[in-house]
């Protein structure tokens, strides 16, 4: 796995809209704790096949969002179906079957300290009780070098692994029911630039390999340039832009400009086919 200078594009980006299928439809969204307003009225779609990015200030509710979304929070009110289901709706054992089909990796609660790496990997398929210990013993295995890790890691303990390793495990984990749809939270959070790198190279690759759909929380630039399909930028209590980066970046907000205007951003932004670079303020949407 190379880390090329002019990151590679995939070749299908978000479909065009009459392909469009709906995995992840959020409708009219509140959420608040107690009195505290977190969504009002969110509006978002998840396409299949696409990565879609979250971006949005610190405590503005991406993670909430995500929660609501896998079920893990219920909504105030509003609607979320993910693969035509409400999750808020189901019983337990519909939820289970729900959640068999996609993968999670959130950036806290990484990996049981207690368990090795292989036993990690394993957990979820074990959960199921469906398969004998040999065979999930060799699905493990494979999820283990699917990461780019090998069967030598596999006895090690969380204890033993760099940063970088851990987050491979986790995803490793996520991937066990070979799922459709994978959650990030964070990914590269903590991880130094090659790490990052690395592993911003790995998601690419299994993306194209497993056509997974992928929604990932970042608020590092570079991860969303290399992946992203299309950004979701969440400000006042909404989604107020969800379209390819050349697109937010021209959306008139305090955040957009804040979060995509620094000397930062700009560089990059430069990774962009097509560099979303701004000349001068954006102009307000609808201005030519
Ligand atoms: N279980 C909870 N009870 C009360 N407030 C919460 C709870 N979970 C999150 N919040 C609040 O909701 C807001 C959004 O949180 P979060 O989604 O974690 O933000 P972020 O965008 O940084 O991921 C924050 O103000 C947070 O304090
Ligand atoms: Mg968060």
Redesign the pocket.
Known sequence: MSAPTEPEREPAASPAPARRTAVIEVRELV?R??K?V?HDHLNLDVWRGEVLSIV????????????QIVGL?RPTSGCIKVFGEDPAKLRPAQLQALRNRWGLQFQRGALFSALSVIDNIALPLRELRALPDNLICRAALLKLQLVGLSARDADKMPSDLSGGMIKRVALARALALEPELLFL?EPTAGLDPMASDDYVALIRELRRELGLTVVM?THDLDTLVALSDRVAV?ADHKVIAAAPIPDVVKVDHPFIREYFLGERAQRALLALPQAARFPQPAAPPGEA
Request: cysteine-free; proline content about 0%.
């Open positions: 959420k704790f107690g505290a977190v949005g200030g610190s405590g503005s509710g991406k993670t909430v969002l995500l929660r929070e939270d929380i969440l």
